[in-house]
């Protein structure tokens, strides 16, 4: 592919020959009727010599002869012919100005594009969140480089959130990879193995291939949550009650309360979602908080907006962590969450589905513990 673009094929030129053209036509045009209009003025002179000059007030006039006014109106012409030739002649000089004039300004403007295109000739993945150096005229190049540089920026961030993810995905495969690896190995070279033996193998292998069935889950959803889902009216009432009682099971001594004013809201939701969306947040608590009671309150801001807050009495959330919390991956206690079976994506995947339904969530302030709030449009 030729790189470079020839000299007549450039915007440069092409803008260049459409002024002179211009220019060329309206000359043409102007002294064309310049022309006309130094007949129409020749014409109407009246045919005898004006006095002029020193001896205009004293002046004698007479009728000048037969000779005299052809002598007149013959110079006349000829003036009118140098004229029309001069006036013709100056046009060339004229549009080959134009023409030179228009490239060069046609060129100083433009020259922020040709350093666009070569900015995305040579930018490759590694150097993409480095804007481009150029002056703002406020102009449409200008605006043309400020949204290239903007996107290569978001370009840049997304590239770089997928190398981190992967990277988490791989590190998150890897131990029970290499459990179930370290379990094969000691099965086969042991040729005295009992029966006792090889189940407890099995068995660890099993957990393995479970911890990996579950993150492949999660991935799944995750990126199923990037797209449009079925969504119906749901109550938020009867999903917050069947979550409730889902976590009491894992929840030994824990007390959970929900608070909805004993009136029902409804919203557009997928149900399964929004209650893995909830239970994700009863669940940590219990794990996490290490408190004793989880306070579940429905409420709504205005008409429009459903409130539903989650808290627990536990340990919080630091105020610098609230927001982190969120991200694939996140956790702030890796050794506690490990323990607890989590991979730090249950509430990256309840922001998700949060998302998914046009709706926010974020930790807020509060007296002890952690709070949750997630708003909901209502239906
Ligand atoms: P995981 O899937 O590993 O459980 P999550 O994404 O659900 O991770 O949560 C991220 C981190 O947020 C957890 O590692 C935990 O340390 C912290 N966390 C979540 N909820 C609470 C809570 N109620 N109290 C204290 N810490 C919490």
Redesign the pocket.
Known sequence: MNSEISFIKSIKFKLAIWYSTLLFIFSIGFVFILNIIAVKYIENQPAFPQPVGMFRRGAIVREITETERLLLHEARMKDLENFRELSFYSIIPIVLLSFVGGYVIADRNLSPLEKLNAEMRRRNVGDLSTSIEFKDRGDEISELMNSFNAMSERIHRTFESQKEFVENVSHEIKTPLAIIQANLDSALEDKKISRDELEDILNESKKSVKTMNHLTE?LLLLSVLQHDIAKEKVSIKDILDSCASDVKKIANGFEININSNGKDVMVYGNSMLLSRAIS??L???V?????RIITVKVGSSDQKDVVISIA?D????PKE?RKK??????????G???K???????????SEIIKNHGGSIKVVDSEK??E?EIRLESA
């Open positions: 999660d994700n947040i669940e940590n608590a794990k996490y908080s290490g408190g627990d536990g340990v919080g959330i962590q919390i969120f991200e694939r991956f996140y956790r702030l206690d890796k506690r969450s490990r607890e079976g989590g991979r730090g994506l249950g509430l990256a995947i309840t513990g952690a949750f």
